[in-house]
């Protein structure tokens, strides 16, 4: 079982940056492909940023492609989501996702090949 605590939300305006922070608890986090995923009211949950277990691996869906920047920490059981120039567009709940996959360079895109998500931390970027 894997705990995730999303954190580093906030408001910012358009142009600004932030950092999200994903802290995994209860189980070595390194064998875990982790995936950003964010949902903006009355819409779905879609697919932000994805890497795999072993760091080599990166994707980014083609909206916060050159923008967004995922990265991870196995030492300290982390992944995290820088997200440069924002738009009002990128608001929403931000959640990390994980997954236990031998497959050390493989991201999922996909809600459903995800077993772990967080509580979910909000961005609001104004315009």
């Known amino acids: 079982q894997v705990q995730l605590v999303e954190s580093g939300g906030g408001l910012v305006q358009a142009g600004g940056s932030l950092r999200l922070s994903c802290a995994a608890s209860g189980r070595t986090f390194s064998s875990y492909a982790v995936g950003w995923f964010r949902q903006a009211p009355g819409k779905e949950r879609e697919f932000v940023a994805g890497?795999?277990?072993?760091?080599?691996?990166?994707y980014y869906a083609d909206s916060v492609k050159g923008r967004f920047t995922i990265s991870r920490d196995n030492a300290k059981n982390t992944v995290s989501l820088q997200m440069n120039s924002l738009k009002p567009e990128d608001t929403a709940v931000y959640y990390c996702?994980?997954?236990?996959?031998?497959?050390?360079?493989?991201?999922?895109?996909?809600?459903?090949?995800?077993?772990?998500w967080g509580q979910g931390t909000q961005v609001t970027v104004s315009s």
């Open positions: 890497i795999s277990w072993s760091g080599g691996t990166t």
């Open positions: 996702a994980a997954v236990r996959t031998a497959l050390g360079v493989v991201v999922f895109t996909r809600t459903t090949r995800y077993d772990y």
